[in-house]
T-cell receptor, first 108, second 117 residues
């Protein structure tokens, strides 16, 4: 299967700080999704971004498919941003391969 | 609209018993996926249904695991003779039909937390 590496594994931020999370993947994909797993375990869709750049409020993401990486930017972080961020990739409509996640803790 | 729903939200069972987990996908979604999340293994794929095609069972860890999808909608994941290593959160996802631009974007349910004593 496709290998997905996320970095950093853990990140602690002061409220208001900015951060960048990285996702590297080992093969060509046509699906890349970023998720936020909240404290109740629900996977919340952040971005569907197999290529290009998207923005949604304080969050934005960029995928450079030819170089097999994606970045998730969080600006002006808030305590509610805490949780685990997952990157997942797939080819076609096949199953997603998940990274091991970045655990973000935002302290007030 | 309504998201993916799963039931039960929690299930505690004894080793050796059979369990059934249910998933209701988003209305109109044609693809349905089962994954599980455990501490040691992260998020791993189990099985994938696409319309009326034969399911992709390549992720099922043993023949104790099976799944069916009735009428192209609701799916049931069955684990027979449960073992302690089956303890995990079982997640279901669905995605839109081929005709849509983001046909392969997956949306997840809240999961079923299975504990095998």
């Amino acid at each position: 299967g496709i290998q997905v590496e996320q970095s950093p594994p853990d990140l602690i931020l002061q409220e208001g700080a900015n951060s960048t999370l990285r996702c590297n993947f080992s093969d060509s994909v046509n699906n890349l999704q970023w998720f936020h797993q909240n404290p109740w375990g629900q996977l919340i869709n952040l971005f569907y971004i197999p290529s290009g750049t998207k923005q949604n409020g304080r969050l934005s993401a960029t995928t450079v498919a030819t170089e097999r990486y994606s970045l998730l930017y969080i600006s002006s972080s808030q305590t509610t941003d805490s949780g685990v961020y997952f990157c997942a990739v797939a080819t076609g409509a096949n199953n997603l391969f998940f990274g091991t996640g970045t655990r973000l803790t935002v302290i007030p | 609209g309504a998201g993916v729903s799963q039931s039960p939200s929690n299930k505690v069972t004894e080793k050796g018993k059979d369990v059934e987990l249910r998933c209701d996908p988003i209305s109109g979604h044609t693809a349905l996926y089962w994954y599980r999340q455990s501490l040691g293994q992260g998020l791993e794929f189990l099985i994938y249904f696409q319309g009326n095609s034969a399911p992709d069972k390549s992720g099922l860890p043993s023949d104790r695991f099976s799944a069916e999808r009735t009428g192209g909608s609701v799916s049931t994941l069955t684990i027979q003779r449960t073992q302690q290593e089956d303890s995990a959160v079982y997640l279901c996802a669905s995605s839109p039909p081929w005709a849509e631009e983001s046909y392969n974007e997956q949306f997840f349910g809240p999961g079923t937390r299975l504990t095998v004593l």
